[in-house]
C-alpha cells in the first residue's frame, strides 16, 4: 500500500508560481510510476506531467508543457511539480498518483495508477 498526501496548493494571479509536492508512506517512490492529473469543476480529471524510471522518463499534457516541471525527490521520498506562469485555467484540484511501474504502461492514464491522493486546490486568478 501506498499513502499519497499532497500539499502546497493555494491562491495565485495570473502569471505567478506554485509548487507542488506529494509526500508518499507506505513504499519507496523509485520503484513506482508517478504522475500529477487536475480536476476542474464540471470537467473530468485530465493528465498534467508523469515520471517513470526514477524522474529519467518524463510526461507532461499539452497545455502545460513548458511551464510546469515534475520531479522526484528519492531521498524525501516526495514529487513534485513546479508551475509556472500560471494562467486562470489552471484553477483546478489537482491530485498526485502512483502505480509499480512495470504495471504502468500509459502514464497518461488515470486508469494506469493503483493510488490516489486526496489533492490540493490551485486557483489562479487573472
Known amino acids: 500500500q501506498v499513502q499519497l498526501v499532497e500539499s502546497g496548493g493555494g491562491s495565485v494571479q495570473a502569471g505567478g508560481s506554485l509548487r507542488l509536492s506529494c509526500t508518499a508512506s507506505?513504499?519507496?517512490?523509485?520503484?513506482?510510476?508517478m504522475g500529477w492529473f487536475r480536476q476542474a469543476p464540471g470537467k473530468e480529471r485530465e493528465f498534467v506531467a508523469a515520471?517513470?524510471?526514477?524522474?529519467?522518463?518524463?510526461y507532461y499534457g499539452d497545455s502545460v508543457k513548458g511551464r510546469f516541471t515534475i520531479s522526484i525527490d528519492n531521498a524525501e521520498n516526495t514529487m513534485q511539480l513546479q508551475m509556472n506562469s500560471l494562467k486562470p485555467e489552471d484553477t483546478a484540484r489537482y491530485y498526485c498518483?502512483?502505480?509499480?511501474?512495470?504495471?504502468?504502461?500509459?502514464?497518461?492514464?488515470?486508469?494506469?495508477?493503483?493510488?490516489w491522493g486526496q489533492g490540493t486546490l490551485v486557483t489562479v486568478s487573472s
Open positions: 515520471l517513470k524510471r526514477s524522474g529519467r522518463n518524463t
Open positions: 507506505g513504499r519507496t517512490l523509485s520503484s513506482y510510476a
Open positions: 498518483a502512483a502505480g509499480p511501474e512495470y504495471t504502468v504502461y500509459d502514464p497518461w492514464r488515470r486508469s494506469a495508477y493503483d493510488y
